[in-house]
């Protein structure tokens, strides 16, 4: 039997390990899924923040339930479980007689600790596990360096060697259903918890908000289709991506990519049918240097390892850090002296979400002018943000701290900042 786990690539679509399980298995050999919900992901951090609060929670659960409907159209079964792999695997395997085990290969911290202490347990060593890098743009095997070491320091030269080929894979098709026994292979497949038995509470939906959609592929398909196909706003996002008010000043698309309910792949791919079919300009290639940059954050913490979570950063880089508990309140209240940087918090903290022109700010702001420890700051957004990915997280704190990829090492003028991307006002009073 093979087993499926599930965990930042909650799709069918586009998907190497659920492609490769349905396409090894024998006949009428049964396929299940898996999906852990690991109370270290749950427990509070070094600063008292959860780990994944309110807002990202409901993003996953809705996600998963998404996911859980598209694969019974497969007529395979989503179970769900509470507790960690190396607890809750090893019995799956005994009972079910698992002999292939597939995921997305996970490289840092404690992705990479749950998948050793799990493979650590008797019940695993007979088990064949299949891993794939399946959350790139450009797949590691197909990169124009060396190795890992010669992945530039500076993304404008990674990004300048990788467009020269640009090797995007295709896409890969959802796999045919399983024959219709697949889907009771196993019993009680488990519900998925309500956001208060994680701990949390449930989020008030906020009408200001600049990103009211569900989780899951299903709307993240929907997005593309919105803001490609309908409205053609991906030929303005260039002009629009530094907007601050209301759900169209960007694609909004990185929730669904930071937990694999969209392969960047896909979105590459209907990016270049859109071209094709519709128009290619400015706007329309700035959407894939996003997807480029993405990538380099990955490939960043692929080369750097722990190194991500040093307070030196990748550049082992030393300043006169502090961490004021007063200071940390007023910024995750919106109490500081800027209008521009309050209102920005107060929108992340009533509803998760916040541009990327107001995440450089409140970090500048933290890291640079207060000198704060830029991993309280990184922990807040890993807590809050619909759209945290390690990868990406960290090394833009790291970027904007002063501490990792930025060759100009720079500070933002915030009133300058606030003058030019809310020169009216609007987005402040709306906050404020």
């Known amino acids: 039997m093979k087993l499926v786990w599930f965990f930042n690539n909650l799709r ?6 659920l492609t490769r399980a349905c396409a090894e298995s ?3 050999e049964p396929v299940l899924a898996l999906y852990c919900f690991d109370p270290q992901f749950y427990r509070l951090d070094a600063y008292g923040f959860p780990r994944t609060g309110k807002f990202r ?3 996953l659960l809705q996600s998963l339930d998404d996911l859980k409907h598209q694969l019974a159209r497969l007529n395979i079964p989503l179970l769900i479980k509470q507790g960690s792999p190396a607890r809750v695997i090893p019995p799956l395997v005994t009972q079910h007689g698992i002999t292939d085990l597939y995921l997305q290969r996970e490289w840092t911290r404690d992705e990479r600790s749950a998948l050793q ?3 650590a347990t008797p019940a695993l060593h007979a088990v064949n596990i299949h891993q794939s890098y399946d959350q790139f743009l450009i797949h590691p095997d197909d990169l124009p360096f060396t190795d890992m070491a010669a992945i ?3 993304f404008t030269r990674f990004r300048k060697t990788v467009e020269k080929a640009l090797p995007v894979r295709e896409t890969l098709p959802t796999p045919a259903p399983r024959p219709a026994a697949n889907l009771s292979a196993v019993g009680d497949t488990g519900e998925l918890p309500t956001i208060e038995e994680l701990g949390l509470e449930r989020p008030l939906p906020d009408p200001r908000s600049a990103f009211p959609f569900s989780g899951g592929s299903t709307a993240g398909h929907q997005r593309i289709r919105d803001y490609f196909w309908h409205s ?3 030929t303005r996002y260039k002009q629009t991506r530094n907007g601050l008010l209301g759900t169209e000043y960007s694609s909004k698309l990185s929730p669904w990519l930071a937990n694999g309910s969209l392969s960047a792949r896909e979105v590459y791919w209907q990016l270049k049918d859109f071209e094709r079919d519709v128009k290619a300009n400015e706007d329309t290639y700035w959407l894939q240097f996003e997807l480029l940059w993405r ?8 080369k750097h390892g722990d190194r991500i979570f040093a307070l030196g950063g990748i550049l082992d880089r030393r300043y006169q850090w502090h961490l004021d508990p007063d200071q940390l309140t007023r910024w995750l209240e919106g109490r500081t002296p800027y209008d521009f940087v309050n209102a920005n918090m107060r929108e992340f903290a009533a509803t998760g979400w916040m541009s990327n022109r ?6 500048s702001y933290w890291a640079r002018e207060l000198q704060h420890d830029w991993r309280a700051g990184a922990a807040w957004f890993e807590s809050q943000l619909l759209d945290y990915d390690v990868h990406s997280n960290y090394g833009n704190w790291m970027y904007n701290s002063g501490v990792g990829n930025d060759p100009r090492d720079r500070q933002f003028n915030i009133p300058l900042q606030a003058e030019r991307y809310d020169p009216d006002g609007a987005y402040r009073r709306l906050w404020l």
Do not use: M
């Open 12 to 17: 069918c679509h586009d998907n190497k390990a």
């Open 57 to 59: 929670a409901q993003f």
């Open 358 to 363: 107001g995440r450089q700010n409140v970090a």
């Open 295 to 302: 990538d380099y954050f990955k490939y960043i913490s692929l």
């Open 232 to 234: 053609e706003n991906i």
């Open 26 to 28: 024998r006949g009428d």
């Open 117 to 119: 202490a799990l493979q």
């Open 152 to 154: 530039p320091e500076v």
